[in-house]
């Protein structure tokens, strides 16, 4: 018997095929590149192009040049704390990475609801009516037969309940760790703004202070110069002379780079960058150098960390992660058990039932897909006890930095203390060569050479200072108490 298709039908063949074999030739006439080199030109593109709009976005050249307009001077170690927890890229990533995390935890616990699926679909049915001649046939009453057919089904899964609560549970878990992320990335900005001011604070104060040394130094050259000419001093005088000189420029040199760069490193904290010919200005911040106080060490300092620091509450909730991961695991290996309800309307293949319900039970067991869900519990059993041991390593290393950052201060005390004792060793010393000056050339030089070694000792203390002042926030980053409790 042969079958001839309606002029409407063949149309609907033709388009069909003319449709799959061209999706077939764009297929197969591609370039497929390897995964390797999929996109890299585009990735390349894309991270250049973004990163220069964030260079010009996020990163404004005169947008310090603005603040320092509206404060009228330099700022603060608080106006520079709080513009970098504003502005710190890394600390909105964090916040964002928190808020997505939240997002996510929403959606797992949604997978603890029961499903419900609604499907419909039309059908064109057509009854096909013989002619009177052998193999011919025809097409009729073509919309006759056509319907609509529905389906409705509600589903529930203990077994996926479960598996979807402890999903849930690590999600909330992980909001936590991110949370815990957050607050470190804070106390690292607060740490980094705090270490990069007080430098800069003392290397501002120093800046001054080398100027003069370079001066003078130039000045005893010059004069030990002179009284080489006179032969009225040795030539390893005047070399002696040059060394300190060439030393004290060096000085300057060193002073004026590392005040650079903690310059630029406080702006970067802060989220700016600068440009130092922007209307001939620079960024300057303003305090009071002076001594840290000497605060009362904890006895136990490793405890006081431990209670402080984000990091080993973030390792424990990790810890409870893998907890919940094992327990996921223990439920997959249990038979799956869903609850159906169905509901089925269908007037085209059942007419004389066309409502149809169904409700029950259905059980699913593999014995692959068990066996391997063993295997993955004890992977997750033994997981449980690495990161146990995970939070006994972070609490270690804690405690660790901060007893090692107490001794730093402790050391850098010392330091401010051995630095101001030479300090005022060495004023006593110009007041000594003070009184004994006179109008001989070799006293003045001897007065200008105790003036120069006072404020080479200055330069040292004041570098001191600075450093015990950023110590001392190192210090109490270690101890996580730069910022307030989480």
Known sequence: ???????????????ASIIIAGCLAILTSCRWATIADLGKEDHITFTKTTAMAAMKKDFPRDRFHEGKKLHGKGLTVEECRQIALTNNLNFQTAKLDELIKASLSHGEWARMLPHAIVSAKFDEGDNIVYSDLMGDSYWANYYERSAWHFFLEGRWSPTDAALAYYSAKNADNRIVQSHYETVRVSQK????????????????????????????????????????????????????AKHAQNKAR??????????????????????????????GSRFDIQGELREPHVIQIPVDVELEALRNRPEAY??????????????????????????????????YNHPYDKNRQQAGILLYFDVVDWLTNFADSCAASRDTVKTEKEVSAIALAIGSQARMAVLKYLWLLEQVKIKGD????????????????????????????ARAEMILEK???QRAVGE??????????AMGTNLKPF
Request: with cysteine; hydrophobic share 40%.
């Open 314 to 347: 973030r390792a424990g909730v990790k810890h409870f992660e893998s907890v919940n991961d094992y327990k996921r695991s223990v439920v997959k290996n249990f038979p799956r058990v869903t609850l159906f309800w169905r509901y089925l309307d269908d007037r």
């Open 250 to 279: 060096s000085i300057l040199s060193q002073l004026t780079a590392d005040a650079e760069r903690q310059r630029n490193m406080l702006l970067s904290t802060m989220g700016f960058l600068q440009d130092s010919a922007a209307g």
């Open 468 to 477: 015990s002042n950023a110590g001392f926030a190192e210090l109490r980053s």
């Open 1 to 15: 018997m042969s079958l001839i298709l309606c002029p409407g039908a063949r149309n609907y063949f033709w388009t």
């Open 189 to 240: 900005i607060v740490e980094s703004v705090e270490v990069s001011f007080f430098r800069l604070l003392s290397l501002q104060a120093c800046l001054p202070e080398a100027n003069r040394l370079v001066s003078i130094r130039e000045q005893i050259t010059k004069d030990m110069g002179d009284l080489l000419r006179d032969k009225l001093a040795a030539m390893v005088d005047y070399h002696k």
């Open 422 to 449: 030479s300090l005022a060793d060495s004023y006593s010393l110009l007041e000594v060569a003070k009184r004994r000056a006179s109008n001989d050339d070799l006293d003045k030089l001897a007065e200008s050479e």
């Open 459 to 461: 330069i040292e203390w």
